[in-house]
């Protein structure tokens, strides 16, 4: 079946400590995506890969890193400088930047 | 700065009472305007894209529509298995990102 993972469904991480979640998607895209959503807000773009070797800072990127080796891969590091990190992270693909987007089930990351 | 809401914020339904959610947006350009639905605790799931002012697209109990400044999402004797949240998402003629409203959070009572 194609779709995209995120892995895991639950992290939790003491303050201070670099986390990375996974996105994997097989569905041959060529773009892909990391949102954050907090309760009460829309989702918000933190980056995106057109391609591979490839990615834009979203509207929200301080404190986050990516990387994109591979097109079926886009995993996001959350880093120490993030001051709010507590949040649901959501990873999407689309075959082009143009056309509609699909998500994974998500990350619900807790920092404490 | 181009903007979209979604009202109303939160909709409670009999079963069977139909009702309509709107997005708005002020607007550059519109590219594309997307719906999506989203369970609670999971990623949202495409429903449908319109692009052009007058068109319309259905898929069982829903149907969106699309003018130059809103989409309404109509649900026509909702089921409480239509109870989720509600996003729409824009994408402007000059960028490439989507712009995600706040979603209208659905509730349909049995």
């Known amino acids: 079946d194609g779709g995209i993972t995120q892995s895991p469904k639950y992290l939790f991480r003491k303050e201070g400590q670099n986390v990375t979640l996974s996105c994997e998607q097989n569905l041959n895209h060529d773009a892909m995506y990391w949102y954050r959503q907090d309760p009460g807000q829309g989702l918000r773009l933190i980056y995106y890969?057109?391609?591979?070797?490839?990615?834009q800072k979203g509207d929200i990127a301080e404190g986050y890193s990516v990387s994109r080796e591979k097109k079926e891969s886009f995993p996001l590091t959350v880093t120490s400088a993030q001051k709010n990190p507590t949040a649901f992270y959501l990873c999407?693909?689309?075959?082009?930047?143009?056309?509609?987007?699909?998500f994974g089930p998500g990350t619900r990351l807790t920092v404490t | 700065e181009d903007q979209v809401t979604q009202s109303p914020e939160a909709l409670r339904l009999q079963e069977g009472e139909s009702s309509s959610l709107n997005c708005s947006y002020t607007?550059?350009?519109?590219?594309?305007l997307f719906w999506y639905r989203q369970d609670p605790g999971k990623g949202p799931e495409f429903l449908f894209t319109?692009?052009?002012a007058g068109e319309e697209k259905e898929k069982e109990r829903l149907k969106a529509t699309l003018t130059k400044k809103e989409s309404f999402l109509h649900i026509t004797a909702p089921k409480p298995e239509d109870s989720a949240t509600y996003l729409c998402a824009v994408q402007f003629l000059y960028g490439q990102n989507f712009v995600f409203g706040p979603g209208t959070r659905l509730s349909v009572l049995p």
């Open positions: 319109l692009y052009s």
């Open positions: 999407a693909s689309s075959f082009r930047t143009l056309d509609e987007q699909y």
């Open positions: 607007v550059s350009g519109l590219r594309g």
């Open positions: 890969s057109q391609i591979v070797n490839d990615f």
